[in-house]
């Protein structure tokens, strides 16, 4: 891939806003911008009551902490309206929250958790053979699933219609290896039975903790990043570990940063990458029959992967 300003490949963080506050996460976000990466930060505009409680933007110190950000060109982008049953009504108040704060509607939107307002997620995130899978997986092992009516225009929940005219990308699969685009060689894509409320869809590499992200980003995996020339979409929870009970941050997170940081790397916002992906292609891309049963198993493969071998 040929990268722009001749850059050797391209790499940011989508950081998941669960349980972040600006004491956990400011310290990670001065030293990214020490070291000239530029990434995305989703928010939450309401406050929420469950284990994933954190700041919100109706903290007027957030607010403005996220302000600055967005004016050193960070990307904003939207994780739900906050973690919880959010109708249509608080939804659409969250995105205009932004555009009030920014200037614009987040163009990545990342679904949360269990949220009833997610779009197309649960099984419906997969084909139907693996759909079915996840389903009767989660019953199986009483495992906690909701299924979204983000999508559902009978439900006081269904934001679709908003999403389809403003929201460009939405983030699916998660995969364990650094180089997004060798496992999912056609983001940013659609299908063509989402199409009617949603536009691209994206994948991501999975960093969401301290240990997972350290050992994401091993000077190894940089390395064969660079000499593929590949695309790291890394998918993180800045407030799971990054810093101490003193506001410190992990030495071997600033080692990892600083390595990377070295290296001719296009360092931009998930949703610049995204743009520049689907502009070099001469039309758009569908993801549809046996290539999205394909994507499907590899997801499900580096799922049974981490839940054995990594823990999580």
């Known amino acids: 891939m040929n990268w722009p300003g001749n850059k050797d490949f391209a790499f940011t963080i ?13 310290p990670v976000y001065d030293f990214l911008y020490q070291n000239g990466l530029i990434t995305t930060k989703t928010v939450w505009s309401f406050p929420t009551e469950d284990e994933f409680k954190g700041d919100t933007l109706k903290d007027e110190e957030y607010k403005n902490f996220i302000k600055d950000l967005a ?12 973690s919880g049953d959010f109708i249509r009504g608080d939804v659409l108040e969250s995105f205009e929250d932004i555009k009030k704060l920014i200037g614009s509607y987040p163009k990545v939107h990342l679904n949360h958790a269990f949220n009833k307002n997610n779009l197309f997620w649960s099984y419906k995130r997969f084909t139907p ?37 403003h929201v460009r990308y939405i983030r699916n699969r998660v ?35 301290l240990k997972t992200f350290l050992s994401l980003l091993s000077k190894e995996n940089v390395d064969k990043l660079e000499y593929k020339r590949g695309c790291a979409i890394v998918y993180v929870h800045f407030a799971y570990g990054f810093t101490d009970e003193n506001k410190e941050l ?19 916002p998930a949703g610049d990458i995204l743009d520049y ?10 993801l549809e029959g046996f290539r999205a049963f394909a994507l499907d198993v590899k997801w499900m493969a580096g799922r049974i992967y981490r839940k054995l071998f990594m823990g999580v």
């Not at 992906?277 to 569908?286: I, P, T």
């Open 14 to 26: 989508i950081d998941d806003t669960d349980k972040a506050t600006i004491d956990n996460i400011k």
């Open 71 to 82: 004016d050193k060109g960070y990307e904003v982008g939207f994780h739900g309206a906050g």
């Open 129 to 165: 053979l693996i759909g079915f899978l996840y389903k009767h997986i989660k019953k199986i092992f009483k495992m906690e699933d909701v299924v979204s009516q983000g999508d559902v225009e009978s439900s006081p929940f269904f934001w679709g219609d908003f999403a389809k005219e």
């Open 175 to 209: 995969f364990t290896g650094l180089d997004t685009i060798s496992y999912d060689k056609y983001m940013p894509y659609k299908e063509k039975r989402k199409e009617k409320y949603s536009n691209y869809w994206f994948s991501s590499s999975d960093g969401i903790d």
């Open 250 to 268: 992990n030495e071997e997170f600033k080692n990892r940063i600083r390595y990377l940081a070295s290296k001719n790397g296009w360092f931009v």
């Open 277 to 286: 992906l689907a502009s070099v292609r001469e039309k758009d891309m569908y």
